[in-house]
Nanobody
């Protein structure tokens, strides 16, 4: 599966931004998709995930209530709507896709995601 992330940019604290991830290839073999982020000098961390079957969503505590992950019905694009952005949300955001059933029980673990997009920069300033 090939993933293309887009929509990143610069936004002031408290603002909103939506990023997208378009998937192509064997998307029908995937169990779900997730968003991760990595700030300079920090490890990549889980942000949100959505399962293709049933649409179950998972969020990191740090973004719960502010970020919303959604998918289109064709299961080819996943969105991350971000509101009330904070300075600490600044990072490169990566989308990832999983063909591993393990994602159903452990959506936060990077080890279940085999395909990754190139990342899109989100910068939140004061």
């Amino acid at each position: 599966v090939q993933l293309q992330a887009s929509g990143g940019g610069w936004v002031q604290a408290g603002g909103s931004l939506r990023i997208s991830c378009a998937a192509s290839g064997r998307t029908d073999s995937q169990y779900g998709m997730g968003w991760f982020r990595q700030a300079p000098g920090r490890e990549r961390e889980f942000v949100a995930a959505i399962m293709w079957s049933g649409g179950t969503r998972h969020y990191a505590d740090s973004v719960k209530g502010r970020f919303t992950i959604a998918r289109d019905n064709a299961k080819t694009t996943v969105y991350l709507q971000m509101i009330s952005l904070k300075l600490e949300d600044t990072a490169v955001y990566f989308c990832a896709s999983s063909s591993h059933r393990g994602i159903i029980l452990s959506p936060r673990s990077t080890r279940h995601y085999y395909d990754w997009g190139q990342g899109t920069q989100v910068t939140v300033s004061s």
